[in-house]
């Protein structure tokens, strides 16, 4: 790989002359996003390559909510940029995706999610990066918005000239949001797979890499901004079971078909494995009816047989390699049981025999319950057991193990939320060494959340006798509490722990809140105390940045209770040892 040391940004003085062809085709499948619409195609259009250099292909896949009214009003506004297509709905971003490039005449094609934007130099740098280089795809830095999960691995070694497909993080950021040189495209013919109704950007992009003479990495600016929907519908979050079991099955025989088998395919595989076939065996599986688990389950166990070599699942993380070794061994029953342990009762006790180590999970085959190969893996699994605030800067996680000897085998533990180490240690009201306090900085999530906002993940990551490991920290049987708002320069976030309700990871989630938002929610709050009252409500911000509301609602510690334990008001008794508290927003 060639990393390339200087922060590279091209010129904006000096354009070309307008030609026929532009540089760049911006193409935007668009479905029901009103609301997010008009900033996307207001960053595109402030792009500083200029609007003689590009083109916006928007598709309008059978929206109802008038996104295509809205196509129609900027197209007559932008003559000669922006082109709009109307078509019957078709069920998934394939056919939009497709429809688009047949439209675009650019030099090259980017994709973007009708609900996300763009920074304002993004393709004026990717499309300079490409020329310059002679990439013929270049990913640029992609940061959440709302909270809004990414994968962000890729950017770490900054802006990179040559990436491998399969010697990097690359595998996990392959969405289609990147700049696709428009020959390497046709000279493969690439188009997205119709019969796949959710994941079908992967095939794409992975042909597209896998051909590539050259993949660059920009990571020096904020080139897409992926926003999590407020409403939370994105296509890909609720889209049916038999929809992913289809789409995930056709992804890995496209995989198959690709990449002939390896190390190289296992590179890729890796993450198909480690996400969307784990995902489907995740703590949602026990919501499912018993025919939706039987399909699931059979379906999970013959990819696993089919695709995931030795070397392969010895390089999954914990959680997926005894997820899926669950499926392998056993039934739907024996499944269940080690979701219902993860999810209600927590890190099971590990089980000895002669010198191999098991996951106690009750009635669990022994043929995959073994982990003496991956030990340093199996202590990082922590249980939340608290999450409190310190004060107004500091909030703190306090996590358990199961293990008699974990302060002498573990070795030094840390624990991260996103990118931001917390300052752990032992806590001194347990004498066995196995609980552990770890305080993560407000201002610190705040600024790596920046603007937009982003969700933080918590993971342990040990280095002892065993050595290393890390796996995710989980929460059972926590409900998640209101965030907690506080200011961040002139912002207003939201700042709350939650639980993935995928895979029962703790999550320090911070998310901006408008002003809108908020006066919105006290008004309806106010205006219902008031007709009790007879007052309305006052809020100020006060001195650290926290809301302060009279009247209608009050910024406060509240508990993020374990689901099984009841609500206890102020006075009415001491909180049961360990009950995790978080904080709340009463609006």
């Not at 089980?351 to 999970?361: N, P, S």
């Amino acid at each position: 790989m060639a990393a390339e040391e200087a922060t590279h940004r091209p010129p904006t003085t000096h354009r070309p002359a307008a030609t026929s062809r532009p540089d760049v085709s911006v193409v935007v499948p668009v479905y029901n996003t009103l609301r997010y619409l008009r900033s996307c195609l207001d960053s595109v259009l402030r792009q500083t390559i200029g609007p003689d250099r590009m083109e916006i292909v928007a598709v309008d896949d059978g929206s109802t909510d008038g996104s295509g009214r809205l196509l129609d009003r900027y197209t007559a506004k932008h003559p000669g940029t922006v082109r709009v297509v109307h078509q019957a709905n078709s069920g998934g971003p394939a056919a939009p995706c497709n429809r688009g490039l047949d439209l675009a005449t650019g030099r090259y094609v980017f994709f973007l999610g009708s609900d996300d934007r763009l920074g304002p130099e993004a393709l004026e740098r990717m499309v300079a990066a490409a020329d310059r280089y002679g990439s013929d795809v270049v990913l640029g830095k992609v940061v959440g918005v709302n909270g809004r999960h990414v994968f962000s691995d890729v950017f770490a070694d900054g802006n990179v000239v040559d990436v491998s497909l399969f010697d990097s993080a690359l595998p996990w950021s392959l969405a289609n949001t990147k700049l696709f040189r428009r020959d390497l495209v046709d000279r493969l013919g690439l188009r997205f797979p119709e019969d796949m109704p959710v994941l079908s950007d992967q095939p794409f992009t992975l042909t597209a890499c896998y051909h590539a003479r050259r993949i660059s990495v920009l990571a020096d600016h904020d080139y897409y901004h992926a926003v999590r929907r407020l409403d939370a519908r994105n296509i890909t979050y609720h889209s049916r079971i038999e929809q992913r079991l289809v789409s995930v099955e056709r992804l890995f025989a496209y995989v198959a078909d690709l990449i002939p088998a390896g190390a190289r395919r296992d590179a890729v595989l890796r993450r198909h494995v480690g996400l969307e076939l784990a995902n489907l065996v995740g703590d949602d599986f026990r919501h499912l009816d018993r025919a939706a688990q039987e399909r699931v389950h059979a379906t999970v166990a013959q990819l696993v047989r089919r695709h995931v070599t030795d070397s392969l699942r010895d390089r999954l993380g914990i959680e997926a390699r005894l997820r899926l070794g669950a499926v392998t061994a056993g039934g739907v029953d024996d499944l269940l049981a080690v979701i219902e342990q993860d999810c209600g009762r927590g890190v099971p006790a590990t089980v000895f025999a002669g010198d191999r180590w098991h996951a106690g999970y009750p009635g669990a085959p022994a043929p995959w319950t073994d982990v003496t190969d991956v030990r340093a893996d199996w202590l990082a699994r922590l249980d939340t057991v608290d999450v409190s605030w310190a004060d107004g800067h500091t909030l703190t996680v306090t996590t358990r193990s199961p293990y008699p000897r974990f302060a002498t085998e573990a070795g030094p533990v840390r624990m991260l939320a996103g990118p931001v180490v917390g300052a752990t240690r032992m806590d001194a009201g347990d004498p066995t060494g196995r609980t552990l306090r770890t305080d993560f900085a407000l201002d610190r999530l705040l600024a790596a959340g920046s603007a937009s906002g982003q969700r933080h993940p918590v993971r342990a990551e040990v280095d002892g006798g065993h050595g290393r490991g890390g796996a995710a920290v989980r929460a059972p049987r926590l409900a998640a509490g209101r965030p907690r708002l506080l200011r961040h320069g002139a912002r207003l976030y939201g700042v709350a722990a939650t639980v993935d309700p995928r895979n029962g990871q703790l999550v320090l989630s911070v998310v901006p809140v408008t002003v809108a938002q908020l006066v919105g929610r006290l008004r309806r709050r106010g205006a219902a105390r008031a007709q009790v009252s007879g007052r309305g409500p006052e809020g100020r911000l006060g001195r650290h940045g926290h809301l302060e509301v009279r009247g209608a609602a009050q910024v406060q510690p509240g508990p993020l209770r374990r689901a099984d334990q009841p609500h206890h008001h102020s006075g009415a008794g001491r909180a049961a040892p360990y009950q995790a508290r978080g904080v709340r927003v009463d609006v």
